[in-house]
Nanobody
Framework: QVQLVESGGGLVQPGGSLRLSCAGS????????MAWYRQAPGKERELVAV???????MYGDSVKGRFTISRDNAKNTMFLQMNSLKPEDTAVYYC?????WGQGTQVTVSS
């Protein structure tokens, strides 16, 4: 059974940083393409970043240059380093792989 658990969300001021984590069981992160998505109230779910099994990365246009996706294979954990946060980054952030989704973690950017 695959389980993905996000953590690290919270309230941060504009310009601040947060680091999200996604811990998994029942799936080998290093063998799979994994991704972060986010969903803001009233909006569709949006792709944030992807990391392939070969560690190639891709980012959504709205976060390029500010967010970094990475993975610790030994810990079977994926990360999303978010810098220069903006109010429009406010959303629930989800990790996903192979059609499985975590429960999400709330990120709120507000002064």
């Amino acid at each position: 059974q695959v389980q993905l658990v996000e953590s690290g969300g919270g309230l941060v001021q504009p310009g601040g940083s947060l680091r999200l984590s996604c811990a998994g069981s029942g799936i080998i992160f290093s063998s799979n393409t994994m991704a972060w998505y986010r969903q803001a109230p009233g909006k569709e779910r949006e792709l944030v970043a992807v990391i392939s099994s070969s560690s190639a990365t891709m980012y959504g246009d709205s976060v390029k240059g500010r967010f970094t996706i990475s993975r610790d294979n030994a810990k079977n954990t994926m990360f999303l380093q978010m810098n220069s946060l903006k109010p429009e980054d406010t959303a629930v952030y989800y990790c996903t792989a192979r059609g499985f989704w975590g429960q999400g973690t709330q990120v709120t950017v507000s002064s």
